[in-house]
């Protein structure tokens, strides 16, 4: 099985950081981005108020930020698959002690 295609359709501002975002298959995640927020495109969404701009590109299905930032809408529907390895990558590149 490959790449599976979705698209965002909707989101919510749920609490600090934290979204819940609404994909076209019907499905839902409850996203805390808190934990990945490091990096030159990220690290400035840590001002709340910037993370709370973040937008939906409904000609494409995704999110995006300010800053250029954006996820995938596939890694965004299956997040609990690839939070962790995310989270791991930031910290040991951008040197982040938990």
Known sequence: MGHQIYRVTAFE????YTLCIHF???TEQVIDFE??????????LRNLELFNQVTLVAEVGCLEWPTGADFDPETLRNWPDYKDKIIAERRRQYAVVS
């Open 13 to 16: 501002i749920v609490a600090d």
């Open 24 to 26: 076209d298959d019907g």
């Open 35 to 44: 934990p990945v927020l490091y990096g030159p495109m990220f690290e400035p």
